[in-house]
C-alpha cells in the first residue's frame, strides 16, 4: 500500500471525514482542467485531501490549509512531511474564523470543508479572495440528505441551517454559476462569471 492509501485507511479506521473517492474524482477533474496556482482549503483534517490536490497544481502552486484541531494537525504535518510535500501545502493551525480575515490571497480555488454551519461565513471569505474566473467548491452540502428534507429535529440543526443558508446565498449571487452535484454527501461548485 502506497503512502497516501495507507494515510486515508487510517483516517477512515479513525472515522475523519475525508473526502470521498467519487467527490475526489471531481474536484480532480476540475483542478486538472484549471491548474490553479494558489488554493485554500477550509478543513485540513490529516491532510488527505490536501495531499490528493496538490497534484495538480501548477509548478510553483501551493495550497494554504486551515485546522483548529492541534492533533490533526499534528497529524498532518507529518503526512506532508512524508511525503515532501512541505513547499506545496502550508497548513494554518487555529479556527478559519479568525484566520480567514488574515489572510489577502487571491485564490484560483478554495475547498470549503470544515463547520458546516459556518459555510456563509466560509462562502465570504472566499468571494473576498476570489481570483477572477476563480472556483468555489464546497463538499457535503446536502449533508446526507438532512439539508433537502423537513426533518431536522437533531443535533444537526446548525448544520443544517448554515447549508440552507449557504446554498441560498450561492443562488442569489449573480456574479457566481452555480452546480450542485450529487457526489458523496453533495457538492457545490461555484465559478465566477
Ligand atoms: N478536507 C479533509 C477533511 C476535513 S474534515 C479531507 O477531505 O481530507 C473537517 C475538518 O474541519 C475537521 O478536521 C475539523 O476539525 C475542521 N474544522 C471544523 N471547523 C473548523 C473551523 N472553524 N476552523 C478550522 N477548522 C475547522
Ligand atoms: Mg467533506
Given at each position: 500500500m502506497n503512502s497516501i492509501d495507507k494515510i486515508k485507511k487510517k483516517a477512515l479506521e479513525e472515522h475523519i471525514p475525508i473526502i470521498m473517492d467519487d467527490t475526489l474524482e471531481v474536484v480532480g477533474k476540475i483542478l486538472e482542467d484549471n491548474r490553479p496556482n494558489k488554493m485554500l482549503e477550509i478543513g485540513t483534517a490529516v491532510g488527505y485531501s490536501a495531499i490528493r490536490f496538490?497534484?495538480?497544481?501548477?509548478?510553483?502552486g501551493f495550497i494554504d490549509t486551515i485546522e483548529r484541531d492541534k492533533e490533526r494537525v499534528e497529524e498532518a504535518r507529518q503526512n506532508i512531511k512524508d511525503l515532501n510535500l512541505e513547499e506545496k501545502i502550508h497548513i494554518y493551525e487555529g479556527d478559519a474564523l479568525e484566520i480567514l480575515p488574515t489572510l489577502i490571497g487571491p485564490y484560483d480555488v478554495v475547498f470549503i470543508d470544515a463547520a458546516k454551519g459556518k459555510y456563509p461565513i466560509f462562502l465570504s471569505e472566499a468571494l473576498r479572495m476570489l481570483n477572477n474566473n476563480g472556483i468555489i467548491i464546497a463538499d457535503n452540502v446536502l449533508y446526507k440528505g438532512y439539508v433537502m428534507s423537513?426533518?431536522?429535529?437533531?443535533?444537526?440543526r446548525t448544520a443544517v441551517r448554515g447549508l440552507r443558508e449557504f446554498l441560498k446565498n450561492l443562488n442569489e449571487n449573480e456574479n457566481l454559476t452555480t452546480e450542485i452535484i450529487e457526489v458523496g454527501d453533495g457538492l457545490a461548485i461555484s465559478r465566477k462569471k
Amino acid at each position: 500500500m502506497n503512502s497516501i492509501d495507507k494515510i486515508k485507511k487510517k483516517a477512515l479506521e479513525e472515522h475523519i471525514p475525508i473526502i470521498m473517492d467519487d467527490t475526489l474524482e471531481v474536484v480532480g477533474k476540475i483542478l486538472e482542467d484549471n491548474r490553479p496556482n494558489k488554493m485554500l482549503e477550509i478543513g485540513t483534517a490529516v491532510g488527505y485531501s490536501a495531499i490528493r490536490f496538490s497534484r495538480y497544481l501548477n509548478d510553483n502552486g501551493f495550497i494554504d490549509t486551515i485546522e483548529r484541531d492541534k492533533e490533526r494537525v499534528e497529524e498532518a504535518r507529518q503526512n506532508i512531511k512524508d511525503l515532501n510535500l512541505e513547499e506545496k501545502i502550508h497548513i494554518y493551525e487555529g479556527d478559519a474564523l479568525e484566520i480567514l480575515p488574515t489572510l489577502i490571497g487571491p485564490y484560483d480555488v478554495v475547498f470549503i470543508d470544515a463547520a458546516k454551519g459556518k459555510y456563509p461565513i466560509f462562502l465570504s471569505e472566499a468571494l473576498r479572495m476570489l481570483n477572477n474566473n476563480g472556483i468555489i467548491i464546497a463538499d457535503n452540502v446536502l449533508y446526507k440528505g438532512y439539508v433537502m428534507s423537513d426533518y431536522n429535529k437533531h443535533k444537526q440543526r446548525t448544520a443544517v441551517r448554515g447549508l440552507r443558508e449557504f446554498l441560498k446565498n450561492l443562488n442569489e449571487n449573480e456574479n457566481l454559476t452555480t452546480e450542485i452535484i450529487e457526489v458523496g454527501d453533495g457538492l457545490a461548485i461555484s465559478r465566477k462569471k
